[in-house]
């Protein structure tokens, strides 16, 4: 079946600093990739997506490219704020699971000013 | 981007009762919904997918008397937690596949129960 491993958290940064939040996916099919963010008593938002091998999904200078060849989808954000503190959640949706969400466990993010 | 609703935001029932929350795509009209739920600082778990027009399908272990989902139209969805008790106190989130985009669901806000 399809699953989602993701980088344990919880992850606390400066602002300013560099961030990398690994995922990687087992998949049957041919998933489509994304990565949710979900501030404090909310529901979640996508931040941003990729459907295909050696697609890079990019928002609010967040970045994360689709390797095929690692099975995986790292997130990576050159420079930090306080205001991307947050849960980040690494997903897949795959045609053989009727397009169902799989989530990863999520990783927690603070930035300390 | 697309926005999906959630009523109540938050609701406090006493044990016994039934809650009904609604789920609504404001924007694009959603065939397919999905209902989550949601354990303190946990992923989120996949309850069921509800289908407009058609009998929802519920993840294993997932107790289908006892979470009542109705899709009647193509932008509402409800989830009523009958004979509530405190176990099922959570976050409930609710998302809605857009069919323009069929591989992004929009996420609702989500409610937060709690179980007297």
């Known amino acids: 079946g399809n699953s989602v491993t993701q980088m344990e958290g919880p992850v606390t940064l400066s602002e300013e600093a560099f961030l990398t939040i690994n995922c990687t996916y087992t998949a049957t099919g041919y998933p489509s990739l994304f990565w949710y963010v979900q501030y404090p008593g909310e529901g979640l938002q996508l931040l941003l997506k990729?459907?295909?091998?050696?697609d890079k999904g990019s928002n609010k200078g967040f970045e994360a490219t689709y390797r095929k060849e690692t099975t995986s989808f790292h997130l990576e954000k050159g420079s930090v704020q306080v205001s991307d503190s947050a849960v980040y959640f690494c997903a897949l949706s795959d045609l053989g699971s009727a397009r169902q969400l799989t989530f990863g466990s999520g990783t927690q993010l603070t930035v300390l000013p | 981007g697309a926005v999906v609703s959630q009523h109540p935001s938050r609701v406090i029932c006493k044990s016994g009762t039934s809650v009904k929350i609604e789920c609504r795509s404001l924007d694009f009209q959603a065939t397919t919904m999905f209902w989550y739920r949601q354990f303190p600082k946990q992923s989120l778990m996949l309850m069921a997918t509800s289908n407009e027009g058609s009998k929802a399908t519920y993840e294993q272990g997932v107790e289908k008397d006892k979470f009542l989902i109705n899709h009647a139209s193509l932008t509402l969805s409800t989830l009523t937690v009958t004979s509530a008790h405190p176990e099922d106190s959570s976050f409930y989130i609710c998302?809605?596949?857009?069919?323009?985009?069929?591989?992004?669901?929009?996420f609702g806000p989500g409610t937060r129960l709690t179980v007297l």
């Open positions: 990729a459907t295909k091998a050696d």
């Open positions: 998302s809605a596949r857009d069919p323009g985009l069929t591989d992004t669901q929009y």
